[in-house]
C-alpha cells in the first residue's frame, strides 16, 4: 500500500515559468491537502480538496496558484509566472479522516 | 495571526533524559490535537494525537498531555534517543473542518 506520492521531489524553475506539482494520494483516500512551508517557517495550509470539488482554498494566492484533483489522476498544484518568493518545500497530504499522512514534499526553487 | 504556536524553536536534550516540547493555541474550537515529527528533507510523520475529551494520550516513550483551560499542549519523549532528534510540529484542528492548522515547529538535538 503506497504512502502519498509527490512528483517532482525538486523542481527547478525560471522566473516567469509555470510549475505543475503533483499528487497522489493513498488508495482509499479521497481528501487531499497542500501545505507550503517556506525556509524557516512553519506548514502553511493552502487548499483542501476533494474529487473533482474544491473544499477551502483559503490559503491560497489570489493570483496565480490553482489546484484540482479530477476524478481521474492525481492532484495538481499549478503556480503560474513563479516569482523568487515560490521558492519552498510544498507538500500534500492525504486523508480519509481528520489526521493526514503526508508525501515527502516537491522542493520548488525559482532561480 | 498564529492560533498555534511553539515558542522555542530549538530544544537540546541528552540521551536517556526527558524531552519536553510545548505548544500554546488560542482558538477555543480546537478539538482534535496532534504532534508531527519531520526530518529534513522528508514529509511530517504523524507521532501521536489527543482528542479534547481527554487530557493525556500515551504511545510508547511518547506521550501528549492536553490543558484545555489554559490552551496548552505537549509532547513528552522519554528516555530521548538520538534517533528523536528532528523538527516536531504541533497541529490542531476543529469539529467543522478536517483543515489542520500547525505552529511553526521546534528542533530537538538529542545528544549522547
Known amino acids: 500500500n503506497a504512502g502519498v506520492m509527490q512528483n517532482p521531489r525538486h523542481l527547478v524553475r525560471r522566473r516567469g515559468q509555470e510549475a505543475r506539482l503533483r499528487c497522489s494520494p493513498m488508495?482509499?483516500?479521497?481528501?487531499v491537502y497542500w501545505y507550503r512551508q517556506l525556509p524557516e517557517e512553519g506548514l502553511k495550509f493552502m487548499v483542501y480538496l476533494q474529487k473533482e470539488n474544491i473544499i477551502d482554498e483559503s490559503g491560497m494566492p489570489k493570483e496565480r496558484f490553482s489546484a484540482e484533483f479530477p476524478k481521474e489522476g492525481p492532484s495538481i498544484l499549478r503556480i503560474q509566472q513563479v516569482v523568487r518568493g515560490d521558492s519552498a518545500a510544498y507538500f500534500c497530504?492525504?486523508?480519509?479522516?481528520?489526521?493526514?499522512?503526508f508525501g515527502s514534499g516537491t522542493r520548488l526553487t525559482v532561480v | 495571526d498564529q492560533q498555534v504556536k511553539q515558542n522555542s524553536p530549538s530544544l537540546s536534550v541528552q540521551e536517556g533524559r526527558i524531552s519536553i516540547l510545548n505548544c500554546d493555541y488560542t482558538?477555543?474550537?480546537?478539538?482534535?490535537f496532534l504532534w508531527y515529527k519531520k526530518y529534513p528533507a522528508e514529509g511530517p510523520t504523524f507521532l501521536i494525537s489527543i482528542s479534547s475529551i481527554k487530557d493525556k494520550n500515551e504511545d510508547g516513550r511518547f506521550t501528549v498531555f492536553l490543558n484545555k483551560s489554559a490552551k496548552h499542549l505537549s509532547l513528552h519523549i522519554v528516555p530521548s534517543q538520538p534517533g528523536d532528534s528532528a523538527v516536531y510540529f504541533c497541529a490542531a484542528s476543529d469539529r467543522d473542518t478536517d483543515k489542520l492548522i500547525f505552529g511553526t515547529g521546534t528542533r530537538l538535538q538529542v545528544f549522547p
Open positions: 482558538n477555543s474550537m480546537f478539538d482534535y
Open positions: 497530504a492525504s486523508s480519509p479522516a481528520r489526521g493526514y499522512t
Open positions: 488508495k482509499g483516500h479521497s481528501h
